[in-house]
């Protein structure tokens, strides 16, 4: 058991509600890890109540905290900077407390990018095009991500087009929407949607036009092996979970809460999802 000292670093994540989320596993393991003086809590705020409690907690002397549903978009607002990562995902997941003042960044795209790179070696956003399934807040991130680090060409496909467009015209750059997924010539396939979550309908897509050295990744980590990773491994292609996401995304913020940047590795994979069903 941790022994907090007067001089303790604090840190949490702030969601409504907030019981589900595995971020103070994830942190208490580092903490133990490194023997840091500090403690990471999981702090339940209302909506309506998010603003005010985010300045309490800077006022308390918190070092930071993580923000979750829903409300990444308020955290974006309560800031009194942001930085380029935030900016581009139009959200804000990790709040640094400095010198009085509310620092967001947005850390999704970080996660993404360092766990694929982990798990593929080699692989690079630059390797080819893209096909992201989504629209929405990780799929933003996740987007600005692939773009800024040289994607050559990144197609959107969402069942609302609209909203795809309203995301392709502000992300910009090489990115296009389409009412069906390119699989042809796609380097990566990136699901951003529930689809294949534990309790929500599967996510049904043919496999067989991807190429062979193609890469699939899904963001859902209930179940660890989703319907879609399931389809990729059977016909031999590299794969990319999202329990490695949720893992990496952590970093950056432990690092300016704790002073230390964490690893991720097999241990803490199988200390954070160790309950979590594998299909």
């Excluded at 907030?18 to 890890?33: D, E, K, N, Q």
């Excluded at 409690?53 to 607002?77: Q, Y």
């Excluded at 380029?84 to 407390?97: D, K, P």
Aim: aromatic share 6%.
């Amino acid at each position: 058991m941790s022994i907090l000292s007067g001089h303790s670093r604090l840190a949490g994540i702030l969601g409504w509600p907030v019981a589900h989320s595995r971020s103070p596993l994830l942190h208490g393991f580092w903490l133990r890890r490194h023997g840091l003086d500090g403690a990471y809590m999981p702090l339940p705020v209302r909506p309506e109540r998010f603003a005010a409690a985010v300045r309490s907690l800077a006022d308390l002397g918190f070092a930071g905290a993580n923000v979750t549903i829903p409300h990444k978009e308020a955290a974006f607002a309560a800031c009194d900077r942001v930085d380029a990562t935030a900016h581009r995902a139009g959200a804000v997941n990790t709040l640094v407390f400095r010198d009085g003042r509310i620092e967001g960044s947005n850390t999704d795209g970080f996660g993404f990018l360092a766990h694929a790179m982990a798990s593929v070696p080699g692989w690079s956003p630059a390797a080819g095009p893209v096909v992201l399934l989504g629209a929405g807040g990780s799929a933003r991130a996740i987007a600005a991500s692939l773009l800024d680090a040289g994607c050559p060409r990144l197609t959107l496909v969402n069942r609302t087009p609209a909203r795809a467009e309203a995301l392709a015209q502000a992300l910009g750059g090489p990115i296009e929407v389409a009412d069906r997924p390119p699989l042809e010539d796609a380097a990566l396939l990136v699901n951003t949607t529930s689809q294949g979550m534990q309790g929500q309908p599967p996510l049904t897509l043919d496999l067989a036009p991807l190429p062979a050295t193609a890469i699939v990744a899904d963001i859902v980590y209930v179940p660890r092996e989703t319907g879609l990773l399931a389809a990729a491994r059977a016909r031999g292609l590299a794969t990319v979970d999202g329990l490695g996401m949720l893992l990496h995304q952590a970093r950056p913020g432990f690092s300016e809460w704790f002073g230390t940047m964490p690893e991720v590795d097999a241990e803490l994979e199988a200390f954070v999802g160790g309950d979590i069903p594998l299909r």
